[in-house]
Structures are given as C-alpha cells and as structure tokens.
C-alpha cells in the first residue's frame, strides 16, 4: 500500500512524497482516505546527505592527470516515511551510472 509523507522545505513549503511503507515510530497526520506521515528533518537536510557523493565523484575526476571536459553523475534516491534518503540499489549493488567526456577540438 502507497503512503503519503509530507516533507517540510527549507522556505515552510511541504512536499508529499509517495512511499511503500510506513515504518513505526513516524508521526501520522490524518488525512480523509489515507495514511500521511509528516517527517522530522527537512527536505533540504536529506538532500544535503546526499551532497558528499557527488563531491567525491567530482573531486576524483577532476584530479586525473587527463581529466574530462564533461562529467555527469546519475543515481537513483529512495525517500522513506522515517525521512531519510538512501541511494537506491538493485540487489546488493549501489546503483550509479557515470558519463565522462573529452572534447578534444577545443
């Protein structure tokens, strides 16, 4: 069953995220004709986790000796009804896809 949680922003806005499961320990706020939860930490604050990763990525790149012109990270990101933010995997691989690009004619 789909559970709606709502995620504060940063400006006072709130977000409704769609998620499979309520986990226990997460505050429900009622709603005619479903479950909402309300999470506790910001969206801006479980996207900010997410923020070293693609500073490790771009840090690597950017220090090879032929580093690329261009680089472009992709992951997938899993919202849980507790508010938190994992990187999405399949099976027991972390999932992400990397594309470098040189542009040799500059």
């Not at 320990?25 to 997410?50: E, F, I, K, Q």
């Not at 919202?79 to 972390?94: F, G, K, N």
């Amino acid at each position: 069953m789909t559970y709606f949680v709502e995620v504060p922003t940063n400006d006072s806005a709130t977000v409704s995220v769609a998620v499979k499961d309520v986990d226990e320990g997460v505050v429900r706020a009622a709603r005619p004709g479903r479950v909402v939860a309300r999470a506790s930490r910001t969206l801006d604050d479980m996207v900010a986790g997410l923020r070293p990763v693609a500073e490790t990525f771009v840090a690597q790149f950017r220090s090879m000796d032929d580093a690329p012109d261009e680089l472009s990270i992709q992951f997938g990101v899993t919202l849980s009804a507790t508010a938190e933010v994992v990187i999405a995997s399949t099976a027991a691989d972390a999932n992400f896809a990397v594309t470098l690009n040189w542009n040799r004619n500059k």
